[in-house]
């Protein structure tokens, strides 16, 4: 149904899907209901497992694409409860969490491969801080930032398209596949400010971010 | 009044979550004081949404929805969090909103005085925060009302953040809620206002063997690597 990424009339048929998972977290928060929680993960798990194998590093791997889905998965189950519609959409809040839950698991790997190095006698200092302290949640809940939110991804879904394709490159390399703006600046070998003009070229085609 | 804000680069690598640790903390530290930014977050985060939602699938292997349930079923920690269990963040917020950033008052558990302050001179104390990324180091500084921070030149690139009142240096003063950044070699000396002990968070680009701010503050001065010693973190 969904299986092709680069149609815009996956954009209706999100809109409305928006309001079964909104009903499925429901579902899940009031009754622990497994068959929500079945059709939630059909949908989404394949996309979350997508997202974790953008990050070239880890295209080898065999376990890494299935433990952020079980992890994200996982907390989706246990925060159903948090989730307040007039906050997020389902899909940004699952996102979020994917995207929280994929900077968690890059640091464990990564602390476990200086630990076999052993370069270090406090190895095991790990920050005392959560990913969620940092990336947390917005916490106001209001009518108006739904119905912005909601205006900005109508905007993006019909102008992604029409973005020159260095620049859909560009935001695809920064968001999906984990490089900061310096990263993506080594790798296409270009200068830092050409990264950013193009990104924020990229932003204000898409209206997001107006100058200041 | 917040005047200065990170630029689009750091609020796109914060929403995308490729921004190091860090930076990323300096970030949300921003956004606390500042609702703007929020905003364009908000609307970045949509753009990520969108991104991910569009994503050609990957199938899952066929077990991995029964093991999620045997893990669900098994253990009394997946059981889902009822709304008055979980870790209220407005009980949190209330405690904190009008003095610290959450995670700034998650490092130093509500009380500043319980981190490690070191002292250089009578006008200036750093403590080390810590943080899961070495690249980096990232300290609370505190400059008493008037004093000054010993003058530095920069060996990597600096982010501050202003948490409590405002200092200046030669360009402008900056407030709470700014964020400043300046890059490798530039020389600066800031100074707290008058009024007001002034506080700040920063984190510095950093060789990774050298893990203390003081001596690296020092360094231009002394010119020579430091012994393998190295600083103890609180």
Wanted: net charge negative; charged share 25%.
């Amino acid at each position: 149904m969904e299986t092709d990424s680069d149609t815009i009339t996956q954009d209706s048929a999100s809109e409305a899907a928006a309001a079964r998972w909104i009903d499925c977290l429901a579902r899940i928060s009031a009754d622990r209901d497994l068959v929500a929680y079945k059709a939630l993960f059909d949908h989404f798990a394949p996309l979350i497992k997508s997202f974790a194998y953008k990050i070239p590093s880890l295209q080898e791997s065999e376990t890494f694409g299935e433990d952020l889905v079980q992890e994200t998965m996982l907390k989706v189950w246990t925060r159903a409860s948090t989730f307040d519609p007039g906050l997020s959409s389902p899909g940004t809040w699952i996102f979020t969490i994917a995207r929280n839950m994929r900077i968690d698991l890059l640091r464990k790997q990564a602390r476990h491969s200086v630990n076999t190095v052993s370069l270090y006698q406090d190895d095991d200092d790990s920050s005392e801080l959560d990913m969620e302290d940092i990336w947390f949640e917005d916490e106001t809940s209001d009518v108006f930032n739904l119905l912005l939110q909601e205006r900005t991804r109508k905007q993006v879904n019909e102008s992604l398209l029409t973005l020159p394709p260095e620049q859909a490159d560009i935001l695809r390399r920064v968001y999906l596949e984990d490089k900061s703006h310096s990263e993506v600046a080594a790798e296409l070998h270009l200068p830092l400010g050409t990264v950013k003009s193009r990104v924020r070229l990229a932003l204000n085609k898409l209206k997001l971010v107006v100058d200041r | 009044m917040v005047k200065y804000h990170p630029d689009v680069r750091y609020l796109t690598d914060y929403s995308a979550g490729s921004l190091p640790q860090s930076q990323a903390l300096c970030v949300a530290t921003h956004l606390h004081y500042c609702n703007s930014c929020k905003a364009r977050v908000r609307e970045l985060n949509e753009l990520g949404t969108v991104l991910f939602t569009r994503q050609q699938p990957v199938a899952v292997e066929s077990a991995a929805f029964d093991n999620l349930l045997s893990r669900i079923h098994s253990d009394a920690d997946h059981k889902p969090e009822q709304p008055a269990s979980v870790p209220s963040r407005d009980s949190a917020r209330q405690s904190t909103q009008s003095t610290l950033p959450r995670a700034i008052a998650k490092l130093c558990k509500d009380n500043l005085d319980s981190l490690n302050w070191q002292s250089i001179g009578k006008q200036f104390r750093f403590a080390q925060l810590k943080l899961g990324d070495r690249q980096r180091e990232t300290s609370l500084l505190h400059i008493k009302a008037g004093g000054a921070v010993p003058r530095h030149r920069h060996r990597g690139d600096e982010i501050t953040v202003v948490l409590q009142g405002s200092f200046s240096d030669q360009e402008d003063k900056y407030n709470i809620g700014d964020f400043i950044v300046r890059t490798h070699g530039e020389i600066h000396r800031p100074v707290a206002s008058q009024d007001e002990d002034c506080l700040c968070l920063s984190t510095l680009d950093a060789p990774i063997q050298m893990s203390n701010w003081l001596l690296r503050l020092l360094m231009p001065f002394f010119n020579k690597q430091p012994g393998q010693r190295s600083a103890s973190f609180g």
